[in-house]
């Protein structure tokens, strides 16, 4: 199994950030690769990573030149080994929510931490609340999706990404759910599961500023989905 995470200006955060991601990895039964997808970090990010990796077992760095979430995320994914490829922030990750795949591997290709599910404990504000509702409505309509929740903690099978990845034409924060909007109309099987939200810090990127993008990016992946043959 791998576990890519996207990093970013860092530094600060780092250490103890991967000492509750390897605790919460005890929890799972499984050998696990962490992938760092560090992307043009001017604070010593990387540098720390590869510092760290000396430390932590099976932690791998991946160093991009530029600053790009989607790029990092999908250059993670393309380098992962494991069977199956997980993907978290580094605020923001569950073991057992890993322990779970690990549980139920036989009767799913792609697994999703739903913040929607009724069984979900959302410990976030209001309007982050909200703006995750919306979001999802709006990839119901335009692009006709059923998942509850595209973006937030999730895992594939190596098949799916080997799949999908190459036609996903996202970058920056859209990645991830293009990747899952293309699994699901390719008919692989998905399932959801209820998770625990609780960020261990505010959330570093303007909500407002990615009203814009986020639209504009949704409406790209419907031009190319619908261009697909």
Avoid: C
């Avoid at 000396?54 to 790009?68: G, H, I, K, M, N």
């Avoid at 979001?135 to 973006?151: A, C, E, V, W, Y």
């Avoid at 998770?195 to 909500?207: H, M, N």
Wanted: aromatic share 6%.
């Amino acid at each position: 199994m791998s576990v890519v995470i996207p990093v970013y200006n860092e530094a600060k955060f780092l250490r103890g950030a991967l000492e509750r991601l390897y605790a919460e990895l005890e929890q799972v039964d499984a050998v696990v690769d962490v992938i760092l997808a560090e992307n043009g970090s001017t604070d010593g990010t990387a540098e720390l990573g590869r510092e760290l990796s000396q430390t932590f077992p099976r932690l791998q760095v991946l160093e991009l030149p530029e600053p790009d979430y989607g790029g990092a995320m999908r250059a993670g994914f393309l380098a992962a080994g494991g069977d199956w490829v997980f993907n978290s922030d580094i605020d923001y990750f569950s073991g057992p929510f890993m322990a779970r795949v690990v549980a139920l591997a036989d009767e799913a290709d792609v697994v999703l931490a739903s913040k929607r599910d009724p069984e979900s404990v959302d410990r976030r504000s209001l309007v982050r609340r909200l703006a995750t509702w919306t979001f999802n409505q709006i990839l119901r309509i335009m692009l006709g999706s059923k998942m509850s929740d595209t973006h937030g903690i999730k895992a594939l099978r190596r098949e799916v990404i080997a799949d999908v990845a190459a036609a996903v034409i996202s970058r920056q924060d859209l990645f991830d759910t293009e990747l899952v909007i293309r699994a699901e109309k390719r008919g692989w099987r998905i399932r959801e599961l209820p998770i625990v939200v609780e960020e261990q810090r505010e959330t570093k990127s303007s909500l407002l500023k990615r009203i814009p993008r986020t639209l504009q990016g949704v409406w790209k992946i419907r031009q190319a989905l619908r261009a697909a043959p």
